[in-house]
């Protein structure tokens, strides 16, 4: 499963990454690393991509959060799911693997019609039997189950692939079709643990297979026997014959790389952008598509003690982290439920609309919430039975904006009297240790999603909150009412239905706050205008500007390399 995020700083997914400290790489390939300058690359078709190092990572396991593929960015360059969908137009979606879906047994039940014609890029033919045993091992492995999808069942007949599941699942579509990256049978099926399976030599339907891998990046060659895509079915290798993924060590780097034409296609937080790009053939576009929370670790002390995390909430100063931390490309949260306003303002629930946030930070509140809790201050900080209140908040040192907020709310936690720290890390590091449930607090984007159900539902999910390989519920929050209102969410059809069972959820993020809402995520996107054409714009928004997977791989088809 792969998240659909906005990126931090230099690359974020989802399921996504960001830049941090170079690491040494550890050998996947005895391919020589990416070794060309954009300069060069260029003449010979290549889109380069703005990436994280490779570090540690081993092979190109989709279902792996912290795999090479992941920590690049370049999973569905390779593996491809049924339907891609359109973030920016809710129930757009493109047919990939699959041409058509239907709804069966009161949504209980969803047949797709699986794409003929398609090869995997070792020659052996793609079948709807593929499709059907990617689903069954997910369904027999929860360790892969990203997106905790329930699946009772999975049945095959020709080129139809039905899944059966104990609820309606109408809501879920785009976790179902969207997320899930099919993989060979023929090889899968001897691969062991599919949790732990290297990968180390993928056999995929993408547009792309793997050149090289070094400590210098990822570099990704056009797949010739391709089928296409949804927009040239006539088959054929895509018009952009090269993709790498150049190590850059820093958000320094990637801007540096951007304005020299090192890097076509980035997407992080650049400061003073307008400015930076001003004369060059550089495109900004960044539309609001979700929202980014405080992840309190709900297994660890003082981060699991509500007192504590309404105290988080009152203190900190959202103003402050859109307007320093985010440079106002980045509004606050303005309610207490976190939903992504106003994009879901039809879905914002009666029982929520008045748990408004404040701009400011308010530490005498803070103060008088932990004092009523039975905390007691212990020179500079509140205690509890002697206990300081002491946290750390820990994202990557080069998710430059992250930084800076964390070290706004770090000062403004100070000041209601708890002992605040940031604490930067590797990004390699923070991406595994967090998909461990290995940190007590942390700045995370959301989902960005069609409907507030797979918005929720990443949040919140009990099956999510795996022991080491999470790509969602980071909080390991384990609640039946919650799961059981994700269910009845899953299975409305009409928005109507869905309000009636958003509500309890809302408020329970409100009120008990298992995240913490900040501010409202942007999809960052970044582009060269003068390399290739056929970008996503305002006035054309098939897709984000966003270089994420899975949907990355949908811009990449409707490039076309420059005069």
């Known amino acids: 499963?792969?998240?659909?995020?906005?990126?931090?700083?230099?690359?974020?997914?989802?399921?996504?990454?960001?830049?941090?400290?170079?690491?040494?790489?550890?050998?996947?390939?005895?391919?020589?690393?990416?070794?060309?300058?954009?300069?060069?690359?260029?003449n010979a078709q290549a889109l380069t991509l703005e990436s994280a190092p490779v570090g540690q990572a081993n092979g190109f396991n989709p279902f792996q959060s912290t795999s090479a593929a992941s920590v690049v960015g370049a999973t569905s360059f390779i593996y491809e799911p049924l339907f891609q969908s359109n973030i920016l137009k809710p129930g757009k979606y493109y047919p990939f693997l699959a041409t058509s879906y239907k709804w069966m047994n009161k949504g209980k039940s969803i047949q797709f019609t699986i794409r003929n014609n398609v090869k995997w890029s070792d020659g052996q033919p793609f079948t709807a039997a593929d499709v059907a045993f990617t689903y069954n091992l997910i369904k027999s492995n929860p360790a892969i189950n990203g997106g905790g999808l329930a699946i009772k069942s999975v049945t095959q007949s020709g080129d139809n692939v039905t899944l059966n599941f104990a609820t309606p699942q109408y809501a879920n579509f785009q976790q179902i079709a969207t997320t899930v990256y099919i993989v060979p049978q023929h090889i899968w099926q001897s691969a062991g643990d599919p949790s732990t399976y290297a990968d180390t030599n993928p056999v995929g339907t993408g547009p792309y297979k793997v050149s090289s891998v070094g400590a210098s990046g990822v570099v990704l060659t056009a797949n010739t026997s391709y089928w296409g895509g949804p927009w040239n079915v006539g088959g054929g290798a895509p018009a952009v014959k090269t993709v790498q993924f150049p190590t850059l060590s820093s958000n320094t780097s990637a801007l540096s790389a951007l304005l020299t034409d090192q890097v076509d296609w980035a997407g992080n937080f650049i400061s003073g952008v307008k400015q930076a790009f001003k004369g060059k053939p550089l495109v900004f576009w960044s539309p609001p598509l979700n929202t980014n929370t405080l992840e309190p670790n709900l297994h660890r002390w003082p981060t699991n003690q509500l007192a504590v995390r309404q105290a988080i909430s009152l203190a900190i100063d959202r103003n402050a982290v859109a307007t320093q931390g985010e440079q106002g490309l980045e509004p606050r949260a303005i309610n207490a439920s976190g939903l992504t306003l106003p994009v879901f303002n039809r879905f914002l629930s009666p029982m929520v609309k008045n748990m408004g946030l404040a701009a400011h930070g308010n530490a005498k509140a803070a103060e008088k919430v932990l004092k009523q809790?039975?905390?007691?201050?212990?020179?500079?900080?509140?205690?509890?039975?002697?206990?300081?209140?002491?946290?750390?908040?820990?994202?990557?040192?080069?998710?430059?904006?992250?930084?800076?907020?964390?070290?706004?709310?770090?000062?403004?936690?100070?000041?209601?009297?708890?002992?605040?720290?940031?604490?930067?890390?590797?990004?390699?590091?923070?991406?595994?240790?967090?998909?461990?449930?290995?940190?007590?607090?942390?700045?995370?984007?959301?989902?960005t999603s069609v409907a507030p159900y797979q918005l929720y539902n990443d949040w919140l999910n009990s099956s999510l909150a795996t022991k080491n390989n999470r790509a969602g519920n980071f909080?390991?929050?384990?609640?039946?009412?919650?799961?059981?209102?994700l269910t009845k969410l899953a299975a409305s059809s009409t928005v109507k239905d869905q309000l009636k069972y958003l509500g309890p959820i809302e408020q329970y993020v409100a009120q008990q706050l298992p995240v913490i809402p900040v501010d409202y995520g942007v999809s960052w996107g970044e582009y060269n205008t003068g390399t290739f054409t056929g970008w996503p714009t305002p006035t054309n928004e098939y897709e984000t500007a966003q270089p994420s997977a899975p949907t990355n791989e949908v811009v990449v088809l409707h490039l076309k390399p420059g005069a």
């Open 1 to 42: 499963m792969q998240r659909l995020l906005n990126r931090r700083s230099v690359q974020a997914t989802a399921g996504a990454l960001a830049v941090g400290a170079s690491i040494a790489v550890g050998a996947l390939s005895a391919a020589p690393a990416v070794a060309k300058t954009h300069a060069t690359a260029a």
């Open 373 to 447: 809790a039975g905390y007691t201050k212990k020179g500079k900080w509140f205690a509890l039975h002697g206990k300081i209140v002491k946290i750390s908040i820990t994202d990557p040192s080069a998710f430059s904006d992250y930084a800076a907020s964390d070290a706004i709310i770090a000062n403004d936690l100070k000041k209601a009297g708890i002992d605040a720290t940031f604490d930067g890390q590797a990004t390699n590091t923070w991406f595994a240790d967090i998909a461990q449930g290995n940190f007590q607090l942390m700045l995370h984007w959301s989902q």
């Open 475 to 485: 909080e390991g929050l384990k609640n039946k009412m919650i799961d059981s209102q």
